[in-house]
């Protein structure tokens, strides 16, 4: 079973920077696409930007374009997001999550992701 563990979260002032960790155990993450989601209060779950099994291919959604970067480094089972220029309306549970997929592809729908981490509270005010 692979387990996920979301860090880096917290209170930053609009236009601050994060970095979102996302931990893996269970199984190598390098046949995995992973994905970042977000859920704001009241809203439903959103993609963020999703990364293939290599780090070779990524999305962004467009809310989110030029500021966030995912990366990933499999030799550490672990995948970031880089959070630059934040604003109030980034506040919201980030989640991780992953999907076998081998090979490097990424994977939009959320609905698609099997493995889901807790989530990580990021909040964005002054």
């Known amino acids: 079973q692979l387990h996920l563990v979301e860090s880096g979260g917290g209170l930053v002032q609009p236009g601050g920077s994060l970095r979102l960790s996302c931990a893996a155990s269970g199984f190598p993450l390098n046949f995995y696409t992973i994905g970042w989601v977000r859920q704001a209060p009241g809203k439903e779950r959103e993609g963020v930007s999703c990364?293939?099994?290599?780090?070779?291919?990524?999305d962004y959604a467009d809310s989110v374009k030029g500021r966030f970067t995912i990366s990933r480094d499999n030799a550490k089972n672990t995948v970031y997001l880089h959070m630059n220029s934040l604003k109030p309306e980034d506040t919201a549970i980030y989640y991780c999550?992953?999907?076998?997929?081998?090979?490097?592809?990424?994977?939009?729908?959320?609905?698609?992701?099997?493995?889901w981490g807790q989530g990580t509270q990021v909040t964005v005010s002054s």
């Open positions: 999550a992953a999907v076998h997929r081998p090979y490097d592809v990424l994977v939009i729908d959320i609905k698609e992701y099997d493995y």
């Open positions: 990364i293939s099994s290599s780090g070779g291919s990524t």
